[in-house]
């Protein structure tokens, strides 16, 4: 059986915990940031853990996470 593939562009922008959690950015902090208040702007900025709905997939996708 071959090797399975690793989807490159889930890979940089998921990485795993020490535990398995699957760490995330968070989105909307790119652009249009005049109109956010530096409280939303700040939250933005720290880490998230993905979804446990979303864990089944991402393992399907990063297979050597």
């Known amino acids: 059986m071959p090797k399975m593939?690793?989807?490159?562009?889930?890979a940089k922008r998921f990485k795993a915990t020490g535990t398995g959690k699957l760490k995330r950015s968070k989105?909307?902090?790119s652009h249009i940031l005049t109109k956010k208040t530096?409280?939303?702007k700040r939250n933005?900025?720290?880490p998230a853990?993905?979804?446990?709905?979303?864990i089944?997939?991402?393992k399907k996708i990063l297979p050597y996470l």
Do not use: E, I
Request: proline share 0%; aromatic share 4%.
């Open 38 to 40: 530096t409280k939303r």
């Open 44 to 46: 933005l900025r720290k």
């Open 5 to 10: 593939k690793t989807k490159k562009s889930a």
């Open 56 to 58: 089944k997939n991402m």
């Open 27 to 29: 989105a909307y902090k």
């Open 49 to 54: 853990m993905t979804d446990k709905s979303n």
